[in-house]
């Protein structure tokens, strides 16, 4: 309503021209709320948090605008903060209410697929092929049973930190790459 001719946002480039500045702003507040409403229509429409964050993407009048790319923000993310936010935890999958703790599924599914050692070579083999994410996955996993050989834990958590500064690298996601690099 001010009409300005100069825009200097927080995380992005200045703009200039007070056309240009509603279109982008038109079009940046009409993104969030289709994010908003399409999670709440996938919600009562009994989708699970996983499906909504996971098949999320914009209309195709607002994909491929350089200010709605996902540079600052993700889709995915936004889509669970507002679904866990409006709705609750618990997403309507009866797995989800009373799950084994974390460190006990991790040990039953590393003893199923075959023993730490086991998955420490496929998990090794996957970060050599660069296929960060299940590198990652496989690493935590045995992080996260507590069952690696004595002596590797070290190793077991450098690899994990190579995998995330793999994945980092291939991110155009400004706070998902440096909070991997952190982590790192």
């Known amino acids: 309503s001010l009409r300005p001719e100069h825009l200097v946002p927080c995380h992005t480039i200045p703009v200039k ?39 999320m ?30 709705l609750g935890w618990f997403d309507g999958r009866p797995d989800k209410l ?17 023993g730490p050692e086991k998955v420490m070579e496929t998990a090794d083999r996957a970060l050599a092929e660069n296929d960060s994410r299940w590198a990652i996955h496989l690493f935590a996993k045995l992080v996260d049973s507590g069952r ?5 834990e070290t190793s077991v958590k450098e690899k994990l930190a190579t995998a ?9 996601n400004l706070n998902g790459r440096a909070y991997l690099l952190e982590a790192a």
């Open 17 to 55: 021209g007070e056309k240009e500045i509603n279109t982008i702003l038109t079009n940046y507040r009409d993104a969030i709320q289709w994010v908003r409403d399409e999670t709440i229509r996938r919600a009562n429409r009994g989708d699970d948090l996983d499906t909504i964050a996971e098949d």
């Open 57 to 86: 993407s914009l209309p195709p009048h607002l994909t491929g605008l350089r200010y709605t790319e996902e540079f600052y923000g993700q889709i995915d993310w936004s889509a669970k903060g507002i679904y866990t936010s409006s």
């Open 98 to 114: 009373y799950p084994l703790k974390v460190s006990e599924a991790a040990i039953r599914e590393i003893t199923l697929m075959g």
């Open 148 to 152: 690696v050989a004595p002596g590797s």
């Open 164 to 172: 995330y500064e793999q994945l980092a690298a291939t991110l155009y």
